[in-house]
Every structure is written in structure tokens, then in C-alpha cells.
């Protein structure tokens, strides 16, 4: 009796075993059905989501201008502190002073890509970029001033 | 004086029993994470259990005091990474529900969809996982195919592959990606085309039924005592789906079974989440093709104030009941914030259910408990 239950153990889990190993000999000799990718290798035709959050840009047209009116909802909505706009007073040639942004300073090493500034923005002067090669090797690197050097805000924005 | 040669604990009463204490972790491939289990062993023979939390620490409860109720929904996603969807989906319910804002359909129906899947994804990382923790390295690699699929539609839609923040009180951040209907039929389709490899891999193979069936053991009046849910207490025939006892959001509206098995040992457990994965995709194939037309996002006020007065939701997470409780005193940030994460309680069945059996099966019977550990430290 012992013996017999031995051999159907025996029996059964070598077929269970040869079921398994059916579909890992099926997928060993379909190449073609394997689908993972060599990443660093696959580097110009890795395609990244339009919508994946890499980092925080601002986008700059032909005339080197943005729409940022430093209204700071950004820094605002931020949970972690991220982004500080510093403002500066600039005078239009007709004499009047009008408050724009002197720097909009994003740091990369705190931001945890939660997208709140991007909602927050009332202009859509910010948005999120799939860049997602961060690594660099000094922090202060990660520092980063997002608007151009020169950059002036685009007329018509308030 | 601290002195190097000092004798912190004296063991030498234990071995004089023959008993040994190991450390399994902080660092160990099987613990996911940094928990750590001090193990008291006769022979092989488990004594005791004891869990040593903390190295993953990070306060989340204070941080949430000091952020807006905008903001203090993405932290949660770095509580229980692998249904980040629905604690995210729990703290807005919280602010909808102690605010009255009222939800569009849209929104609804969209936030049911990715919890579905985000629990589909979780229970395809915990088999692969599981299996690899019993020794079977394959099957890791046929549930990370199918969890790939999941990824790329949260990447298309939500923008990211694990801490979405997709959900913002009163409705959703941005509306669905055109090809979100597409994408999740494709893998619909194809989930159900494989789920059978996962049958002829794991789930009838002799040698993980050998070491599953008869491990753990959990009792139903233990799994109430100790406060399990999810997965962990229907497969000891506990009914207590969120889902079905407090329905929300659109769940009323949704025909699926509440999943329960009798037997409570880990066997259960596995099947109770295989069986778990079927019925999610049932929810989705009712609720794909009728998403309402509409705003995406309801009307609420630019800053959120919560009443004066206590507050408490909760959701059913891949891992069990996630509850919310806040006190508030009128202002713009939480005065007091306590989880209730499902990890917790389920973690400490263990001791219960390993005293006595062999070390070997330890790994089954916490494997099936589905521990992700920054859930149960925050």
C-alpha cells in the first residue's frame, strides 16, 4: 500500500514537473514571443509615454520667451520645496515697473514628480518632460534654473 | 561606558536547551525589504517569531500633518507602493466625503478601472515573488509579463509606473489617454490567454502544493482576532470585502464574487488571489466600454478646508482593509492622521501561525501573507 502511494507520487510529480517545463521549452524555442528589452542598448528607439513624468521644464518658443509671470502657485503647491521663484521688478520702456521672474530655481534631488505644480500653473508655463537619466555626479548639478538666460515673458500674458 | 565586549542579551540559558536564535534580515531575498524576524529555533522547529520593525521609518503620518489636503494625498503612495492607486483613492474619498464634493461619473468609473488593475498588478508581483521565494524562479518572469502590460497603461495615462498620483480630491488629475480603452482590452485579452501557464506552472505543480497545503494554518476566530483582512482572512472564510460590505464608488453597480476559500492554510491564500485576479478582470469587462461621458474632475474650492470633526474611510487595497482617519480642527492641514494599513495586522498573525512548524515553511506561510513592508513601517 505504502509502496504503491509512493509510485503515484513519484508518477504524478513528474508529470506535473513535464507540464511545467512544457511551456519554458515552448518559450526557449520561440524567440520571437520574448519580449524584453536591452535597455541600454535599445536607447534610440526607446519610446517613453507623452505623459511620463521624468522632470520639470519650461518650455521657450522661437523668440526666446516663456509664459512664467511669477505668480509662485508653483512653489505653493509643492509639497516638498522644490521649486523657489525669485522675482525681480523690470522696467517697460514706458516707465512702468512690472513684476517677472529673475529665476525659476527647480531642484531635481527633491522632487518626487507628483505633478501638483504643473496643475497648479494658471499660464502652462511648466510641464513635465520624459527625461528620466538624472544621474549625474555632483548634487549641485541637480540644481537647475529653468528659464533661459535672456529669457523674457511672452506679450499678451498677464 | 559603552564597551564593545559587552554582553548585550545572554543567550546561554536558550542554548541550554538547544535552542538558536537567528536573525532572518534586515537584508535577506525573502523578507521584500528590510524586515527583520528574530527566529527562535528548537532544532528546526519554529519557538517564536519576533518582528523587529523601523528600518524603513519615515514618519508618514506626521509629514501628512504638515501638508494641505492637496498635497498629502501623494504621500501615501509610498506606503504600500503596489496599490499606491487605491490608497490615494482612500484619502480623496476621505476629503470628497467630510467636504460633500460631489464626484463626476466619469471620475468614478475611471478610479474603479485602475484599482482593479492596480490590484491585478500587485497579485501578479506577490505570485512571482512567491514562487521565487519557494524556488521556482520562472514563473517570476511569466507575471512580470503580464504586470508589464499594466505598468505601460498606468505610464500612458497616469504618467508614472508605481506612485501615479493620479487621483486629486474630486476626481481625477487629467483626463484618460485616447488609447487607454484599447491598451486595457489588449491585456485583458492576453491575461486570460496566459492565466492558464500560470495553472500548469505553479498552481498543479506537486512540489509547491507539497509545501503550501497544510502550512500556516489560520484559523477563522484567530484571523478576526488578530485583525486580518484581504486575501489573508477570506481564505480563512472571513467575508470582509470592502468592496462588498461598504461599497464605493461604483462597486454597487459591478456584479463580482467576494472570493473565500475555507481551508486558511497558505494553499488558500495563493488561491484566494488567483481566484481574486479573475474576478477583477470581471469588474473591468463590465466597466470598460460604459465609462460615462463628462468631466473628469468635479467643482471644488482652490483651497480645501476640511469641517471641525473627525473622519474615517476606508478601501480595500490588494492586501486588505486601508483606512483613513482624520482629525481636523477647521484648518488647511490635518490637525491628526492615523492608517490603518492592512500589513500591519497580517504581519502579526505570524508568530501565531508558524510556532511549530519547520523553518522551511516559513517562507511559505509568509509569503502568502503578502508583506510590503514600507506599508506596515510608514
Redesign the interface.
Known amino acids: 500500500m505504502f509502496l504503491k502511494e509512493y509510485i503515484t ?1 513519484v508518477v ?2 513528474v508529470i ?2 513535464l ?2 517545463m ?3 521549452g515552448y518559450y526557449f524555442t520561440h524567440p520571437k514571443e520574448i ?1 524584453t528589452e536591452q535597455y541600454p542598448d535599445n536607447r534610440a528607439t526607446l519610446l ?2 507623452d ?3 521624468g522632470e520639470v521644464v519650461m518650455p521657450h518658443d522661437a523668440n526666446n520667451e516663456h509664459t512664467c509671470t511669477g505668480c509662485t502657485a508653483c512653489e505653493l ?1 509643492c ?1 516638498n520645496g522644490t521649486i523657489k521663484v525669485v522675482t525681480k521688478f523690470e522696467t517697460s520702456p514706458e516707465g512702468k515697473k512690472k513684476k517677472a521672474i529673475d529665476a525659476l530655481v527647480y531642484r531635481l534631488e527633491l522632487c ?5 505644480c504643473i ?1 497648479a500653473c494658471p499660464s502652462d508655463a511648466i510641464k ?1 518632460a520624459p527625461n528620466f537619466e538624472h544621474s549625474v555626479f555632483d548634487r549641485t548639478k541637480l540644481t537647475k534654473v529653468l528659464n533661459q538666460p535672456g529669457s523674457k515673458i511672452r506679450k499678451g500674458i498677464e | 561606558m559603552y564597551n564593545q565586549t559587552e554582553i548585550i542579551k545572554d543567550t546561554s540559558e536558550l542554548g541550554a536547551d538547544g535552542e538558536l536564535v537567528i536573525n532572518m534580515g534586515p537584508q535577506h531575498p525573502a523578507t521584500h525589504g528590510v524586515l527583520h524576524l528574530v527566529v527562535t529555533l528548537n532544532g528546526e522547529t519554529i519557538k517564536k517569531i519576533e518582528p523587529h520593525l523601523g528600518y524603513i521609518h519615515r514618519s508618514i503620518e506626521k509629514m501628512c500633518e504638515s ?1 494641505t489636503y ?3 494625498i ?2 501615501t503612495s509610498r506606503m504600500d507602493y503596489l496599490s499606491s492607486h487605491i490608497n490615494n483613492l482612500g484619502c480623496a474619498l476621505l476629503i470628497e466625503k467630510g467636504m460633500q464634493i460631489e464626484v463626476p461619473d466619469r471620475a468614478k468609473y475611471i478610479r474603479v478601472i485602475l484599482s482593479e488593475l492596480t490590484r491585478i498588478a500587485s497579485h501578479e508581483l506577490w505570485l512571482g515573488a512567491m514562487a521565487m521565494d519557494l524556488g521556482a524562479f ?1 514563473p517570476f518572469f ?1 507575471a512580470f ?1 503580464e504586470r ?1 502590460m499594466i505598468t ?1 497603461i498606468m ?6 509606473r508605481l ?1 501615479m ?1 493620479y487621483i ?1 480630491p474630486g476626481g481625477l ?2 483626463d484618460l ?1 485616447p488609447d487607454f480603452q484599447k491598451k486595457v482590452k489588449a491585456f485583458i485579452t492576453q491575461f486570460k490567454s496566459k492565466v492558464t ?1 500560470y495553472e ?2 505553479v498552481t ?4 509547491f502544493q507539497s509545501r503550501t497545503k497544510g502550512v500556516g494554518i489560520l484559523s477563522a476566530e484567530d484571523a478576526i482576532s488578530y485583525g486580518c483582512t484581504g486575501p489573508v482572512a477570506r481564505a480563512s472564510g472571513v467575508s470582509c470585502d470592502i468592496r462588498k460590505i461598504y461599497p464605493y464608488e461604483v462597486y454597487d453597480k459591478v456584479e463580482f464574487d467576494e472570493v473565500l476559500e475555507t481551508a486558511g492554510d497558505s494553499f488558500a491564500r495563493y488561491m484566494v488571489r488567483v481566484k481574486e485576479m479573475n474576478q477583477s478582470i470581471r469588474i473591468i469587462e463590465q466597466l470598460i466600454d460604459n465609462i460615462p461621458e463628462g468631466d473628469f474632475v468635479g467643482k471644488t474650492k482652490n483651497v480645501l478646508k476640511l469641517p471641525k470633526g473627525e473622519f474615517y474611510t476606508r478601501v480595500e487595497t490588494a492586501r486588505g482593509e486601508f483606512g483613513v482617519y482624520v482629525v481636523s480642527e477647521g484648518g488647511t492641514t490635518p490637525h491628526r492622521i492615523k492608517f490603518r494599513s492592512p500589513g500591519f495586522s497580517n504581519l502579526s498573525v505570524l508568530n501565531h501561525i508558524s510556532v511549530g512548524s519547520m523553518i522551511g515553511d516559513l517562507m511559505a506561510s509568509m509569503g502568502t501573507l503578502d508583506l510590503v513592508i514600507p506599508d506596515i513601517d510608514r
Open positions: 507520487d504524478t510529480g506535473s514537473l507540464k511545467g512544457r511551456k519554458t519580449i517613453m509615454s505623459r511620463f513624468k503647491a509639497p518626487t514628480m507628483c505633478n501638483l496643475v513635465m | 501638508l492637496r498635497q498629502f501623494y504621500v520562472t511569466y509579463r508589464e505601460d505610464e500612458d495615462t497616469c504618467g508614472a506612485t498620483n486629486v488629475m487629467y489617454h501557464e500548469d506552472l498543479n505543480n506537486i512540489i
